[in-house]
């Protein structure tokens, strides 16, 4: 019986460390591994409620100080980690490998996702890579103030900012649904390249906030006035990583995700709490590919009325092409129900640009259509880009050959002038010889 129990505890023990390993592989597998890079400890404290809800959503979270000697993202060319979390604001250089270059490489060579919070004490560091990912932020001690959109709990400099729903990105993967309730907001300014068309303006000031220093007297033009200020900024580079970059720290702490709001202005709505904790959520989903991530499946093409594909095309065919589209939702891959993917016949420019439609088991798209009457190398190229999205890219070549000679018309309606100018030729010919072996003039007789 003893020996009984000792084999079925050591069975039990195999069992939950074969599940753990599994659950281990797979929170690596759908990419939970996240660094997470702190100024001090006492920031895990006062930003608990938002490392809390990524632990609840099955991230893994490695927290570390900034300065820390021993800090890498990489391994004997392996990327530790899927994500990267920096909540340093005022860290000078971090630790170990990690710098400017190491993180830009996470994002460029690895894919990896980014989410940076800084503060009115930015660092260099952070100042560094905020331009590599195309924003300019404001030099250290500035804040975004604004004295028509402060809130009633604010020091009197007017830098606690109440940010309305209309100043938030309409785009619902990124933000979540449109929200009735406005955000805190205490930080820095930024503003975005204008040359770099991948970053987008996720949260800006009112068309009355600027960025300066708050005691100071205004005595040059501000670095940001306006709609141009950038409170929280994103990033979705051509490789599909993301980042996330805000200039508020505290936009992410228990205070303000619990605060009440209420605009300094008479008669304005008083809010229990503001939308910062929503706000907060939609980001890092979206940040860490949780949201608006799509892959392509099975791609088939092929002449109406036949299941595979020729070894080309001929001019004029009529053409079946059908395209499988994923979305990643809820951590499953689900079909796609987007009614705007365009596939474009291409050939140094594009020849045929058709909607595709969705199939009857709504599982793929499909479209119909005649080829072109031009020959040559082409592409079925499906190139899709919308705000939110993954960039989704498909592209199969093709080649169209011209008529064989068996092929054309035996009469082309448009070359019967030309069959008219033959006969008429050769009616002309046999008349002229008629005409010249049986015609003769009358001679003239000598008379003597």
């Given amino acids: 019986v003893e020996g009984r129990a000792k084999m079925a505890s050591t069975t039990a023990l195999l069992v939950c460390t074969v599940l753990l390993l599994t659950l281990g592989a797979e929170g690596a597998k759908n990419g939970k591994k996240t660094l997470v890079l702190l100024e001090n400890p006492s920031i ?12 609840s959503r099955g991230y893994q979270l490695t ?6 000697s021993h800090l890498a993202l990489s391994k004997y060319g392996e990327y530790l980690y899927e994500n990267l979390i920096v909540f340093a604001p ?11 270059n190491a993180i830009v490489d996470f994002i460029d060579n690895g894919g990896g996702n980014v989410l940076v919070a800084a503060s009115n004490e930015v660092g260099d560091i952070l100042r560094d890579l905020g331009m590599e990912i195309g924003l300019e932020l404001d030099e250290r001690g500035t804040y975004v103030i604004d004295h028509l959109n402060y809130d009633v709990k604010d ?56 960025s300066y220093f708050p ?8 670095h940001a006035v306006g709609k141009s200020t950038l409170l929280i900024a994103g990033l979705q580079a051509r490789n599909n990583a993301r980042v996330v970059f805000s200039g508020s720290t505290d936009f992410f702490s228990n205070e303000f995700f619990a605060a009440p709001v209420l605009k300094s202005v008479p008669g304005a709505e008083e809010f229990d709490t503001s939308n910062n904790q929503a706000l907060a959520a939609s980001l890092t989903r979206w940040v860490f590919k949780e949201r608006g991530l799509l892959r392509v499946g099975a791609v088939k093409h092929s002449k109406i009325g036949e299941k595979e594909p020729p070894a080309a095309y001929t001019i004029k065919d009529d053409v079946h092409y059908e395209i499988e ?7 499953k891959w689900v079909a796609f129900d987007g009614k705007d993917v365009q596939l474009e016949f291409f050939r140094i420019d594009p020849f045929v640009r058709i909607y595709l439609e969705k199939s009857s088991n709504g599982k793929t798209f499909f479209a119909k259509f005649k ?14 880009n ?13 080649s169209v050959r011209p008529f064989e000679h068996t092929q054309y018309e035996r009469f082309i309606l448009s070359a019967y002038p030309y069959y008219m100018s033959a006969f008429s030729m050769m009616i002309g010919l046999v008349l002229l010889t008629v005409v010249f072996l049986h015609h003769r003039e009358k001679t003239k007789t000598k008379v003597e």
């Fill in 386 to 398: 919308r705000i939110g999205y993954s960039h989704l890219f498909s592209s199969t070549q093709v």
């Fill in 215 to 222: 005691e100071d007297k205004i005595e040059e033009y501000p």
């Fill in 90 to 100: 005022s860290v000078e250089e971090f630790g170990g490998t990690i710098d400017v």
């Fill in 371 to 384: 080829l072109p009457d031009v020959y040559g190398v082409f592409q079925f190229k499906v190139d899709y």
């Fill in 44 to 55: 895990k404290e006062t930003h608990s409620v938002f490392f809390s809800d990524l632990k």
């Fill in 325 to 331: 589209i994923e979305e990643l939702r809820n951590g």
């Fill in 155 to 210: 020091r009197g400099d007017h830098t606690l900012l109440v940010v309305d729903p209309a100043n938030v990105i309409d785009a619902e993967l990124i933000v979540g649904p449109r929200a009735s309730t406005p955000c805190l907001y205490r930080g820095l300014g930024m503003i975005a390249d204008p040359e770099n068309p991948l970053v987008l303006e996720i949260m800006t000031g009112a068309t009355t906030s600027y």
């Fill in 63 to 68: 927290f570390k100080s900034a300065d820390d």
